[in-house]
Nanobody, 127 residues
């Protein structure tokens, strides 16, 4: 599986924006299902957004729908999570994930589905 490295986390005020990036090391993400997850202190890791490899179909958690956007660059080497109108509840460590599944068009956006994970990047929203 591919190795992933996240970047772009930081501290922002409510209503602010951040763009997280996830770079694949040594491999293209073509054929990979991708996802963004987050884990706040004391809570389980939850799916934020996922994208299938076959048709680019997307999933968004209800809590982020309309505010976050998942995307992949044209070379399919970088995954991006654009986060707008951030809220204190968005504070967490954010992880990107991937698994080679070139034939599927849909899947459950769950941590157990993915094989490759980034190291995580901290996102903190404070007043």
């Amino acid at each position: 599986q591919v190795q992933l490295v996240e970047s772009g986390g930081g501290l922002v005020q409510p209503g602010g924006s951040l763009r997280l990036s996830c770079a694949a090391s040594g491999n293209s993400l073509q054929g990979y299902a991708i996802g963004w997850f987050r884990q706040a202190p004391g809570k389980e890791r939850e799916g934020v957004s996922c994208m299938s490899s076959r048709d680019g179909g997307t999933y968004y958690a209800d809590s982020v729908k309309g505010r976050f956007t998942i995307s992949r660059d044209s070379a399919k080497t970088t995954v991006t999570l654009q986060m707008n109108n951030l809220r204190p509840g968005d504070t967490a460590v954010y992880y990107c994930a991937a698994i080679y599944r070139p034939l599927i068009s849909g899947f459950d956006c769950l941590p157990a589905f993915f094989a490759s994970w980034g190291q995580g990047t901290q996102v903190t929203i404070v007043s």
